[in-house]
């Protein structure tokens, strides 16, 4: 409904692009400027899915169900109420191939890509899923049905080739950006590739309102009434895809799709032609055999690769944890996503939330299942890990996350482009404001990709306007109320309804800040991220060439260690801290109702928050945990700083932020210590191990470890325990869970939250390359 509410208005500022020319030059995802990177596994939310770097791009998908069930629980989407045991992407290049395993009950699923170069179109590529029971006792005879897809997103056609009425052998297209294609699927073999199966076949064409809505379209169209019949077999009936009725009334089919549904008994392997119209010549279809060597060649490639980007056997990781890292890593890199379309946004200058400029975004995601699209601060993280693989490829990304930019310098924090993205997403979380930041991780990326000296200086230049106006509209938007201390826009209004009013732009959502939000606070992680921000400007600018005297001048006055004791450090808490308007003494009570009025119900009491000592402007006590670290975690301490002495024993407290799993998030001596925030509202950054930050403090302890210095031993040794426990758990919780997660219990070290939770879990690839 926020969506039919969105309307057209005078653009206001909020949704007038900014006016430099973009990072990315014209059409520069196409298939003739960037054939290797045209089709990928851009579709994180489906369980295996392909599709072009364009925006209307056709799909490819996978979807199964296990007959034998008896109901028809349909696999396509990765939901975490599917309960499935694992899956993920063990190996992926980000270019050439991935291969991925799938358990779902008894059931194990390989699937595999492998694309090869030719042609205008971006080429050919082929797919190969081999699925098997598992020899578990009672496991059931299985048949399964896996279902291919393609469909179209409002432009192209499709052609089926159908024999013996059901069975589709091949289809052929045409899309704008595609040219003509022609996809195959292959007789369905044995595990050994040669030894043919028998299979029933069914087959829909069938109009859907969008990509958003195929599996409804396949559910909708399951029918029990088809017969499994191998020779010498019992009979069984099916659920076959069989007619549809198309989208109700007055809903514009906008997608065709075509279904290709084989059912046969376990083991069995199938594969999937894709062959570009425009590829004169081919040495062999791109199956069987070939196929199979062209998988080996790959993963061979990725194995080398791998070893000399991150090192891991030469630092004596065993073959188990290799895999492990070889996963993590994976499934960021084939994660990746290419979306298209509008946010939604609300401005100041507008009652109601309009449609932000159209645009693409190649990026990559915290988590297939529960968040598959792009999240600003994540995604600098990401590409901490990405960049080390592929410098080019994070290039790349920043500058789409860049060219998202308004003309006032703001980027959208939450990216919810697309159909299929938005209907993932609740409506009250769908619309984005444009006052509101997140933590300026792209410099952390850019820091990197400059040390690495990774950078092109052409591409650096596009990205300087944008970069300045990203940087001013911190810096004016988020000012503090004394110079050189900032705030975070945009905290939770009606404070009387949480515990602590949340910041989610700052990206640590409930930890604890000033009780009563108000003009007079000053954010210490934000100021920390200006720090860092004007430093890598100052760094970008003279790479350039251009005056950056404004960022020098910025960047000095930020990491002047007085300065910011003078603003943060609390004498009385004995740490850094927030400043605002603040008192320790709240807490929730339930309301207690007036009685009321004769006749009528008496009305739901809710959980109000109680101040029973009246706020005032002071540190914010009660809050040590990840803010109190910033000065620490970007490093602007000085190295004979007492303050870093006096933080290193707050990490190494038990009684404070040290686990054995990595460091919590919050003080286990806080008030707000795993406190809900509302009735329904859990302790979310009040407590548990998040491993992006979890990561700085790794990084920051190896540099103060390798800095002349009183502490010097001590941040050594620290930075050793805790980069042991953190890969530790992360391994085990993977060994035993099968996923990585959002994040993990500072009790018991078990993953919690969502998952599979690739990013920022994944930075564990990163510290045990040593990797800072
Ligand atoms: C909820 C409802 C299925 C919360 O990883 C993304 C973000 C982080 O940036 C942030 O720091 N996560 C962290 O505190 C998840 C945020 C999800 C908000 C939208 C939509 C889910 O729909």
């Known amino acids: 409904c926020l969506l039919l509410r969105a309307r057209w208005g005078a653009a206001g500022p909020a949704l007038t692009p900014h006016p430099a020319a973009r990072a990315l030059p014209a059409h520069s995802s196409s298939a003739a400027a960037a054939p290797a990177r045209f089709w990928g596994s851009y579709r ?30 349909l696999r396509h989407t990765c939901e975490q109420s599917d309960g499935l045991a694992r899956y993920g992407w063990l190996r992926h290049d980000g270019l050439h191939f991935g291969t991925q395993e799938i358990r779902d009950g008894g059931l194990r699923l390989r699937t595999e890509f492998v694309k090869r170069p030719g042609g205008r179109h971006g080429g050919d590529w082929s797919w190969r899923v081999a699925a098997r029971a598992e020899r578990t006792a009672g496991t059931p005879d299985t048949f399964l049905s896996m279902f291919f897809y393609v469909a179209t997103d409002g432009q192209g056609t499709l052609q089926p080739l159908v024999v013996e009425k059901n069975h589709l052998v091949s289809l052929t297209g045409t899309t704008e950006e595609l040219g003509n294609f022609t996809i195959t699927f292959q007789q369905p073999t044995r595990e050994d590739g040669a030894t043919p199966l028998y299979a029933s076949y069914n087959y829909l064409q069938a109009k859907a309102e969008g990509l958003h809505r195929l599996s409804d379209v396949v559910k909708a169209s399951l029918s029990p009434r088809f017969v499994y019949a191998p020779p010498g077999g019992p009979k069984r009936r099916y659920f076959g895809v069989d007619t549809y009725q198309g989208p109700p009334e007055g809903r514009e089919p906008h997608s065709q799709l075509l279904v290709h549904q084989v059912t046969v008994a376990l083991p069995c392997l199938l594969e999937v032609v894709f062959e570009s119209g425009s590829v004169p010549e081919r040495a062999g279809r791109l199956a069987g055999e070939v196929l199979t060597q062209e998988l080996a060649r790959h993963t061979a490639a990725f194995e080398q690769r791998f070893e000399r980007t991150f090192g891991l056997a030469q630092k004596g990781f065993s073959v188990q944890e290799q895999d492990f890292a070889k996963a993590a890593f994976s499934n960021m890199l084939g994660g990746m996503g290419y979306f298209y379309g509008h946010s939604l946004v609300q401005s100041p200058h507008s009652e109601l939330p309009q449609l932000y400029p159209e645009g693409p975004l190649f990026t990559a995601v915290p988590s297939r299942s529960f968040f598959p699209r792009g999240f600003l601060w994540d995604e600098g993280f990401h590409q901490l890990l990405l960049g080390r693989w592929d410098p080019a490829l994070s290039q790349e990304v920043l500058a789409h996350w860049l060219d998202l930019m308004n003309v006032e310098g703001w980027i959208p924090r939450e990216q919810i482009l697309g159909d299929e993205a938005r209907s993932k997403v609740p409506a009250e979380f769908v619309v984005q404001h444009s006052s509101a930041g997140n933590p300026p991780t792209f410099f952390l990326v ?5 040390s690495q000296g990774a950078v092109d200086v052409p591409y650096l230049r596009r990205l300087y306007p944008r970069l300045r106006s990203w940087y001013n509209w911190y810096n004016q938007t988020q000012a503090g109320p004394v110079p050189y201390t900032f705030r975070w826009r945009g905290r939770d209004q009606d404070p009387q309804m949480f515990l602590n009013p949340k910041t989610l732009t700052s990206g640590l959502d409930d930890y604890p800040r000033a009780s009563h939000p108000s003009p007079d606070e000053r954010h210490l992680d934000l100021r920390c991220w200006m720090a860092l921000a004007s430093n890598v400007m100052t760094k970008v600018a003279r790479h350039l060439g251009e005056p950056g005297g404004e960022y020098q001048h910025m960047a000095e006055v930020l990491v002047d260690n007085q300065l910011l004791e003078q603003h943060h450090w609390a004498e009385v808490l004995g740490t850094f801290a927030d400043f605002g308007n603040h008192t320790q003494a709240v807490a929730l009570e339930w309301e207690r109702p007036r009685p009321p009025p004769p006749g009528q119900p008496p009305p739901t009491p809710r959980l109000l928050r109680v101040v029973r000592k009246p706020p005032k402007l002071q ?10 670290l910033f000065p620490l975690l970007l490093q602007l301490l000085q190295p004979d700083s007492p303050r870093l002495g006096s933080l290193l024993a707050d990490m190494r407290n038990e009684k404070k932020l040290w686990t054995p799993f990595g460091l919590r998030s919050l003080s286990r001596s806080s008030p707000f210590y795993l406190k809900y925030n509302t009735e329904h509202d859990p302790p979310y950054w009040r407590g548990s191990i998040w491993i992006n930050v979890n990561y700085l403090a790794v990084q920051a302890l190896h540099h103060y470890s390798r800095q002349e210095g009183p502490f010097r031993q001590e941040a050594a040794a620290l930075y050793q325990e805790l980069r042991a426990n953190l890969i530790h758990n992360i391994f085990r919780q993977y060994k035993e869970s099968g996923y990585l997660w959002e994040q993990y219990n500072d009790s018991t070290g078990k993953g919690q939250g969502c998952y ?13 390359a040593e990797e800072y």
């Open 446 to 450: 850019l820091q990197q990709l400059l």
């Open 756 to 768: 599979p939770f690739t990013g920022w879990s994944a930075l564990v690839v990163l510290m045990m």
């Open 619 to 628: 540190f914010v006590g009660g809050a040590l945990g990840y803010v109190s």
């Open 44 to 73: 994180p939310h489906v369980y295996l899915g392909m599709k072009t770097r364009s925006p209307r791009a056709p799909v490819a998908g996978l979807m199964w169900l296990r007959q034998a069930e008896g109901e028809a629980r």
